[in-house]
């Protein structure tokens, strides 16, 4: 007797070395993994359940990793729309932190995980867990039931740099939560990461998050890469988002943001980078060389017109390079919503015109051939995203002895059909929507079924961020005395 079977499957996305596609497929999940895969009559001859899964008209697939996000926006929706990103960070970091308690975090947090289970996403990277508020974001993952890595924020220099192609300084205002100096992130870190690694029954990683290049010494780098190695956890940065941020770590410390994390010995297997709009030949070489992880946020690029989705971007390069790159969609003030789908989509075809076919006549930098096995988008949502948080032998993919973490796809959904072994993969990439997500399981546990979900009360919780909302939105102060920010346009 195994604990579930799911049977009769239309279609089974393995994303497993092969790239299978079975039809009419089951899969046999006991004590949190998955124990077979095959057709539907063989397995159930072979097992019986205590329960059965009829997914007659269901595209199953592995969970999709979510690979940037910052759990803790959502009180700052659509509130920081109109800047570029150095501003924007000015009032990130002030007015969108300062408003922030313990509790309105997890409600964020919360409300924020359920936005990307329900599109069919099971882990998630949150890139900067903010200082104070670390019980906040592992109770909110483990009443939730998904997965995720926790990179604690670090910045141990807390002075304004400016950049000579810009007319503003960046980081003049940081609230209190984030000021510490180089000893207290080491000690707080590691505190951290005993407390919280392998917590939610092995769901929640614990890494660090060196928050922005420009703002991290050299002392405070090397202490992170030991830490890291003392503990086998990971190291995430964002890196080369924009011309502005590079040239603010250039005029402090004469490096591009993967050159001085490269002096100081960060890069490496565990490291993940985000953005990375603006990086050189030469900084993809050492990424190359050490084995490192970066995360494209495709969204959040176009929004704040960072190019990485541009020419200028380079992303088709890293991954013929055969650099690993993730997926992520980051915050929810950056005009993007916790939806993988629609990222899955615009990455690819938003590189697919910037690199038009008929100048780069590559069927590998993101077009799709007809009936594709796989997808490279697909492959950024799924088995990259796994790699990436050193979680590849336990999610990703659909095989057996991996964690049973399962997205049920519903097939009846309009925009689905006709839907066939010959275009599922593609309808998928450029057709499909989060909102064909129907039931998903995390570690062989079903928490939303019928797009219901589960673990928590959904409606309570949206009830609860609405009203915090409506408190803090109003006393954003760009609203009382509107700033004009001037965005200059500038090319290396």
Not at 69 to 77: M, Q, R, T
Not at 242 to 266: A, C, N, P, W
Request: proline residues 3%; hydrophobic residues 40%; glycine residues 6%.
């Amino acid at each position: 007797m195994v604990d579930t079977l799911i049977v009769n499957a239309r279609f089974v996305l393995t994303m497993d070395p092969k790239r299978r596609l079975l039809e009419n497929a089951a899969i046999a999940v006991d004590d949190g993994k998955i124990i077979d895969i095959g057709d539907t009559a063989a397995i159930k001859r072979k097992y019986r359940a205590d329960r059965v899964i009829d997914a007659k008209n269901y595209l199953v697939t592995p969970g999709l990793i979510n690979g940037h996000i910052h759990l803790e926006s959502a009180y700052d929706k659509s509130m920081l729309d109109d800047v570029p990103v150095v501003p924007w960070c000015e009032r990130y970091f002030s007015w969108t932190y300062m408003n922030l308690t313990k509790e309105n975090y997890y409600y964020a947090a919360v409300k924020n995980l359920i936005e990307g289970l329900k599109t069919g996403t099971t882990t998630f990277c949150d890139c900067g867990t903010i200082q104070t508020m670390e019980e906040s974001a592992a109770k909110a993952v483990t009443d939730v039931g998904v997965r995720a890595v926790l990179g604690r924020d670090l910045m141990d220099i807390h002075e304004a740099t400016k950049s000579s192609y810009a007319s503003y300084d960046a980081f003049t205002e940081l609230c209190g939560r984030l000021r510490e100096t180089t000893d207290q992130c080491i000690r707080r870190s590691e505190e951290f990461i005993k407390k919280y690694n392998g917590a939610a029954n092995g769901r929640i990683k614990a890494w660090m998050d060196l928050q922005q290049v420009c703002n991290v010494s050299p002392e405070l780098c090397k202490a992170t890469r030991e830490l890291a190695n003392k503990y086998d956890v990971g190291i995430l940065t964002h890196a080369g988002v924009s011309h502005d941020m590079v040239e603010m770590t250039r005029k402090r410390f004469g490096r591009r943001d993967i050159e001085y994390l490269y002096d100081q010995g960060v890069l490496g297997p565990d490291f993940m980078a985000a953005h990375m709009a603006w990086v050189d030949g030469g900084e993809l070489l050492m990424l190359k060389e050490t084995n490192s992880n970066v995360v494209h946020v495709p969204g959040s690029s176009m929004h704040g017109v960072y190019s990485a989705v541009s020419m200028r971007g380079k992303f088709p390069i890293m991954v013929k390079m055969g650099i690993n790159v993730a997926l992520g969609n980051d915050e929810s003030s950056t005009g993007t919503a916790h939806d993988l789908v629609r990222d899955i989509w615009t990455v690819s075809v938003g590189h697919a015109e910037a690199w038009h076919p008929m100048i780069f006549p590559d069927p590998d930098l993101f077009m799709l051939r007809t009936a594709d096995p796989s997808p490279k988008a697909l492959e950024m949502a799924t088995v990259n995203g796994a790699k990436a948080l050193k979680w590849d032998k336990e999610i990703g993919s659909l095989e057996v002895g991996k964690a049973a973490d399962i997205v049920m796809w519903n097939l009846r959904k309009v925009y689905w059909v006709p839907v066939t072994k010959e275009n599922v993969i593609n309808s998928f990439v450029y057709n499909g929507k989060g909102d064909s997500c129907d039931t998903v399981m995390v570690n062989g546990k079903i928490i939303m079924e019928k797009g219901v979900v589960k673990t928590v009360n959904e409606e309570k919780i949206i009830d609860k961020v609405q009203r915090i909302g409506e408190k803090i939105i109003p006393t954003a102060p760009w609203l009382k005395n509107p700033e004009v920010w001037e965005l200059k346009w500038v090319r290396e």
